[in-house]
């Protein structure tokens, strides 16, 4: 049992690690917070030192005031949720085939991982070349092979397509975790099932999946929180045309456009919002699973 002393000397030896986490995320989010009430255009000669335009609440006003901001923010929640549905389904689904045994059982695993350590923007450049090409992309050649015109994948189907994109590079992830969790199964509940004559399904819907669910949880956690910044892909591939203006993209683009970075900072306020609105949402409903 740990002493008095003992948990004096971890919070000393964890204090430094806790005041510079709390300095590398409290400094750029006052930042954010002070420039967003600001006029800062440093590329026409603004700077810090010689003080800044006050504008209190105008960048927030302008910047959710855009038309563009609504669809940016419903856009964004639409390629979450895809992700999320395409990563669960189908990482259920191979952690389960990648659990039996076969042969070369590590070869495929590393290769089902593998997508996972691509970058975002070689990932989107591959799929945007070399399969969504409308003219020499696989898919182009797959269409014209069954006589069907092929599909302008990235302007007529650009939300799919980009969902498509980022859930190729998201699915080994869950994989890896929900496989984990599948091997971490007490295999004698199985059997015990099987001898009972219980069929697959029902194997799968009251055992297995009870099981994964606190994994599929860490999975929802993890990958919303990364999925509210998606931005290569998008720069890559349709460069926010076509309805796939994602929250993240507006604010680059915004910044880029009128080059006022407290418009920016505004915009990123509004992110975070949504994202602390999402993170309680979600522990809420899915974060019981964690204290199950």
Do not use: C
Not at 234 to 258: C, D, H, N, P
Request: hydrophobic share 60%.
């Amino acid at each position: 049992m740990a002493t008095q002393h003992s948990r004096s000397a971890a919070r000393l030896m964890m204090a430094p690690a806790v005041i510079l986490l709390l300095g590398w995320m409290l400094v750029p989010l006052t930042m954010t917070l002070f420039f967003s009430f600001k006029k800062y255009l440093p590329l026409r000669g603004d700077s810090v030192a010689n003080g800044l335009e006050w504008v209190g609440f105008a960048n927030y006003a302008r910047f959710l005031s855009s038309s563009s901001f609504w669809p940016s923010v419903q856009a964004t929640l639409i390629i979450v949720g895809g992700v999320l549905v395409i990563t669960i389904v189908f990482g259920i689904l191979l952690a389960i085939l990648l659990d039996q045994p076969m042969w070369g059982q590590g070869v495929v695993r590393i290769m089902v991982i593998a997508p996972f350590f691509v970058m975002p923007t070689v990932s989107a450049l591959v799929w945007k070349n070399m399969f969504m090409d409308p003219t020499n992309g696989i898919l182009a050649h797959l269409w014209k092979a069954f006589g069907a015109e092929p599909v302008q994948w990235l302007s007529q189907a650009s939300l799919p397509s980009l969902i498509l994109i980022v859930s190729w590079q998201w699915l080994p992830f869950a994989t890896l975790i929900l496989l984990t969790a599948i091997q971490s199964l007490d295999s004698e509940q199985l059997e015990a099932a099987e001898m009972d004559g219980a069929p697959v399904l029902k194997r799968f819907w009251f055992i297995i999946l009870p099981h994964l669910s606190r994994a599929i949880t860490i999975v929802i956690l993890i990958q919303t929180i990364f999925l509210l910044a998606i931005f290569a892909e998008i720069f890559v591939t349709t460069g926010g045309a076509f309805g796939t203006k994602t929250l993240s993209y507006l604010i680059f683009q915004r910044v880029l456009e009128s080059q006022n970075v407290g418009l920016g900072s505004a915009g990123g306020v509004y992110a975070i919002i949504l994202a602390n609105i999402l993170a309680v949402l979600l522990m809420r409903v899915v974060g019981k699973n964690l204290d199950a």
